[in-house]
Nanobody
Framework: QVHLVESGGGLVQAGGSLRLSCAAS????????MGWFRQAPGKEREYVAA????????YYADSVKGRFTISRDNAKNAVYLQMNSLKPEDTAVYYC???????????????????WGQGTQVTVSS
């Protein structure tokens, strides 16, 4: 059975940093696109960032570009999200996900991501 487990969330002041981790088990995802999404209270879940199987291609939502960095370690079957210069509007539950249909074509379409973690809360205070 596939499990994606996020960690690293917490409470941080505006301007601070957090590093989210997502560890996968039950299946190797080194050949597929992995991504991060988030859902703020009262809002729909939205795309944050994704990375190709090799780590060579990344794509970010405009709202996080220049502040967040996605990376992966295929040997550990894991994906990470380094979040810097955090803002109160970054407050959300963050989910990692795997698109097991493609190696390099990054999509923001949530419907194409096959596996999801349970989420980790990130709260940024002003």
């Amino acid at each position: 059975q596939v499990h994606l487990v996020e960690s690293g969330g917490g409470l941080v002041q505006a301007g601070g940093s957090l590093r989210l981790s997502c560890a996968a088990s039950g299946r190797t995802f080194s050949a597929y696109v992995m991504g991060w999404f988030r859902q703020a209270p009262g809002k729909e879940r939205e795309y944050v960032a994704a990375v190709s199987w090799s780590g060579g291609t990344t794509y970010y939502a405009d709202s996080v570009k220049g502040r967040f960095t996605i990376s992966r370690d295929n040997a550990k079957n894991a994906v990470y999200l380094q979040m810097n210069s955090l803002k109160p509007e970054d407050t959300a539950v963050y989910y990692c996900a795997v698109n097991a249909r493609t190696r390099g074509t990054i999509t923001t379409n949530q419907a194409l991501y096959d596996y999801w973690g349970q989420g980790t809360q990130v709260t940024v205070s002003s």
